[in-house]
């Protein structure tokens, strides 16, 4: 495909609004909600946009069962509350719950391995919808394959619901090494490490090249106090997804509210460890979380999709 | 290299800078695009950092996010200040609704004497991009627009100038030292828009671009920047 037509299939298809809404999105907050109290909460700390969900990661890994796309009423009393963009989360694979979401003009829709994969085979393609898509990735070739099938956004797989920043921590850092790795190989090698990434050339190209991914890279999973957000925020992500590190920090929404004030601000105020002192004095509850290193690999939520 | 660092010192305190209102947003792609027009920039998280600048950006983003940042930190009232004082501000998207008037939330600086509406197309589904005729430039300029605010047409008895229009509203406009934009020229590599603020900071950067490139590196720079 020429870099001509390239660009008239992007511009067919929304591609500068899609990638332009996540980087509008930079160094924000996207916090997870579940109805409209929570969403004012979030908006008023400052969030840049809320993720409507029927319940949050931690609780969907404690109930088990099969996680499927919000019920359309919730996301509705969730968009009727809100200023900000709201997101919501579809099944990998499930492109008619995608379809639902952007019948809905849901602003970003999240195909997410913290709900019950749809389909073994495909992840939805991305491409024809009007909404940008999120995506999580843990490494590079996962990235640049989502990108492929048309995600305007990615995140880190960290392990949802859990508190624990290690699985972020760890494919951020991975993701930024493989791609200072490619950056340094002349266009000779380029094709070998497409296949060893199983990536498409011309994106792994593109990465070479830039130095970075073609979309932005936020993180999520696991993001649980201002000081894991001011982390992650320093390791590279341009933004944040917190999930249930917000509203299960307390059942005293006066406490999730100044935890949820303080993430924003240690977004913002990331590289400077003496506002962090600041910005977290008044923070004394976090949720309790789980240790990722307990839970068997089965049932970790990031080895869904590949 | 001790004399080499007191020089540059030197020549920076000389120096224009023009802020870039940096607590959320688009604030890294103006900083690359004023740069590229060779201005110098400081990115701005607090009142002090408004200090001795020539000019200030406030980028596309949240307002809602922008305006709670700016006024849990002193910000607020001290961008206000500033603007009432004479400093040229450029708003784009959500800066101009920053800069404008409305009675939704966010709580507006009320610099510029004209209503801006939050989220006035619609939601994402509803974002466009369109090549817009803007009365500065001699060719089209194309224009990004994401959860896009309106501008209401000022009445013609008002001092602000439309540079640039879509479907009967204003897109680019100028008030005083204040200029509007609610599309994002940061999210492309014409540099034109940005040039315009900066003559308006009576600053010439010294471009090592060509201000309009040729049509193949516009289609290259387009790519690379999306």
Redo the contacts between chains.
């Keep these: 495909m020429t870099e001509e037509n390239n660009l008239t299939v992007e511009n067919e298809n929304n591609w500068e609004e899609k990638v332009g809404l996540a980087k509008m999105l930079a160094g924000g907050v996207i916090m997870d909600v579940t109805n409209a109290e929570q969403a004012r909460i979030a908006e008023e700390a400052g969030a840049v946009a809320v993720m409507a969900l029927e319940r949050v990661p931690s609780d969907i890994r404690k109930d088990g069962g099969i996680a499927r796309m919000s019920p359309v009423s919730k996301i509705q009393e969730i968009q009727e509350c809100a200023s900000i963009p709201v997101m919501a989360k579809s099944r990998i694979g499930h492109f008619m719950e995608a379809e639902i979401l952007e019948a809905m003009s849901v602003d970003f829709i999240d195909e997410s391995e913290v709900l019950t994969p749809a389909d073994e085979d495909a992840h939805i393609d991305k491409t024809p919808f009007k909404a940008p898509f999120v995506c999580g990735a843990r490494n590079l070739g996962e990235a640049l394959r989502r990108i492929a099938e048309g995600a305007a956004l990615i995140r880190t797989k960290g392990e949802a619901g859990t508190g624990d920043i290690i699985h972020a921590v760890r494919h951020m850092k991975l993701i930024t090494s493989q791609i200072g790795e490619l950056t340094g190989l002349g266009e000779w090698d380029l094709a070998a490490c497409a296949e060893k990434l199983n990536a498409p050339r011309d994106l792994v190209s593109q990465v070479a090249t830039e130095g970075r991914l073609p979309v932005p890279n936020f993180a999520a999973g696991g993001i649980a106090t201002p000081a894991d957000a001011a982390m992650m925020m320093r390791l590279g992500a341009e933004a944040v997804f917190v999930g249930s590190g917000i509203f299960k920090s307390s059942p005293d929404p006066a406490k999730q509210s100044i935890v949820a004030r303080a993430i924003v601000e240690a977004v913002t105020h990331f590289d400077n460890p003496s506002e962090l002192v600041r910005i977290c004095q008044n923070v004394d509850v976090a949720m309790r979380g789980e240790d990722t290193g307990d839970i068997p690999e089965e049932k970790l939520l990031q080895s869904r999709g590949w | 290299m001790v004399s080499a660092v007191s020089a540059t010192d030197h020549l920076r305190n000389d120096e224009p800078v023009i802020g870039v209102l ?8 103006h900083i690359a695009s004023l740069e590229r027009c060779g201005a110098r920039t400081r990115r701005v ?1 607090k009142p002090a950092d408004l200090e001795g600048l020539s000019g200030l950006v406030i980028p ?3 307002s ?2 922008m305006e ?2 700016a006024l ?1 930190c002193g910000l607020f009232e001290a961008l206000g200040k500033a603007g009432r004082d004479g400093l040229p501000i450029f708003g784009t ?2 800066g101009a609704i920053l800069l404008g008037k409305g009675t ?2 966010p709580e507006r600086l009320e610099l510029v004497d004209v209503e801006v509406h ?2 006035a197309y ?8 369109q090549d817009l005729f803007l009365a500065p430039f001699d060719s089209p300029f194309h224009g ?4 896009a605010p309106i501008i209401e047409a000022p009445p013609g008895s008002s001092d602000c100038e439309i540079l640039g229009k879509h479907d009967g509203n204003p897109v680019l406009l100028r008030s005083g030292q204040f200029l509007l934009a609610t599309f ?1 020229p940061e ?1 492309t590599r014409d540099l034109r828009v940005h040039k315009l603020f900066l003559q308006i900071c009576g600053v010439t950067g010294s471009c090592a671009e060509p201000e309009v490139p040729g049509e193949a590196a516009v ?2 720079l ?3 920047s ?1």
């Design positions: 940096a607590l959320q947003g688009s604030f890294p792609l998280r596309g983003g949240e809602t996010t709670n940042l849990r998207c959500a939704e939330r939050r989220n619609g939601r994402q589904v509803d974002s466009f991009s990004v627009f994401i959860r994002h999210l289609n290259l387009r790519e690379k999306i």
